[in-house]
Structures are given as structure tokens and as C-alpha cells.
């Protein structure tokens, strides 16, 4: 997950990502480059939504491990304001957040959690927000046949 930067799609838009040592927060920019650019100049906001996509998904599949199915279900994205230079967004999970559709899963419910992240620009101001759906659920165990 380290090597997130190569994955080609965010090698080709220039986007740039940093996670933390427990793989609960990411960091994620991207510059305006001609490649990215939308009609009008400001960042394309289909590259803005590829940013922000798999950030959540990737959180709770590395948290909770190899016994629980995580799929992102629906998104959202609202632009708020064009980006006109380098976007960054942060997503994170709080542990006591991931315990809570943990215990949720155990239980043998469907857990549908919902994450929000803001899009940032240099100066700080939010220019879109991005809203995420998940699907969580124990796995069913295999049978041997």
C-alpha cells in the first residue's frame, strides 16, 4: 500500500499519496498539470473523485483483516469551487470507529458505515467534498468439498 503512487492511474494524473505507519490515515495530493486540466483550466473532476476513491476501503480492508468482506458501495462527490493548484485530502479512520463496525460485523449484521473527507486547496479551502458508502460484513467461511 506504500507504493500507491505507482499504481498506474495516480502515476499518470500525478497523484501523490503517504500513509501512516498503521495504514489508518492517508494523505493524498495532486497537482494541476495540462494532463489533468478540465476545459476551463481548473483540476478534472474525474480526477479529483480517482484521488479520493479507494482511501476508505483501503483503511478498514487492513484493519479488520481477512475474515470481513469491505466494498465500496456508493459515492458523492460535490464540488464546492474550481481547483486551481495542488489538491490534498486526508482520510482517516479512528480505531474506536473501526471497533464499532467490528463489533457491528461480529454480530452478524451487514455494516454500511459512511465516511466523508473534504478536498483541500493550497489555501486551505474545501473545493469539493466527497461522501463514501461501504459494505461490511463477516466473510462466510469456505466449505471443503
Not at 122 to 139: H, S
Request: hydrophobic letters at 45%; proline letters at 6%.
Amino acid at each position: 500500500m506504500r507504493l500507491l503512487s505507482l499504481y498506474p492511474p495516480y502515476l499518470g494524473a500525478g497523484i501523490r499519496v503517504k500513509a501512516s505507519p498503521d495504514l489508518r490515515t492517508f494523505e493524498v495530493k495532486m497537482k494541476l498539470r495540462w494532463w489533468t486540466r478540465n476545459y476551463v483550466g481548473t483540476q478534472f473532476g474525474g480526477s479529483l473523485y480517482s484521488m479520493c476513491d479507494p482511501f476508505f476501503m483501503l483503511i478498514l480492508v487492513r484493519a479488520l483483516g481477512p475474515g470481513y468482506v469491505v466494498w465500496d458501495k456508493a459515492a458523492t462527490i460535490r464540488f464546492l469551487r474550481p481547483g486551481r493548484g495542488t489538491v490534498r485530502a486526508t482520510f482517516h479512520i479512528p480505531l474506536v470507529r473501526i471497533e464499532e463496525i467490528r463489533a457491528a460485523a461480529d454480530a452478524g449484521r451487514k455494516v454500511e458505515p459512511t465516511f466523508k473527507v473534504e478536498v483541500l486547496d493550497g489555501a486551505g479551502e474545501v473545493i469539493a467534498e466527497v461522501e463514501k458508502l461501504l459494505y461490511v460484513r463477516l466473510a462466510k467461511p469456505r466449505s471443503d468439498r
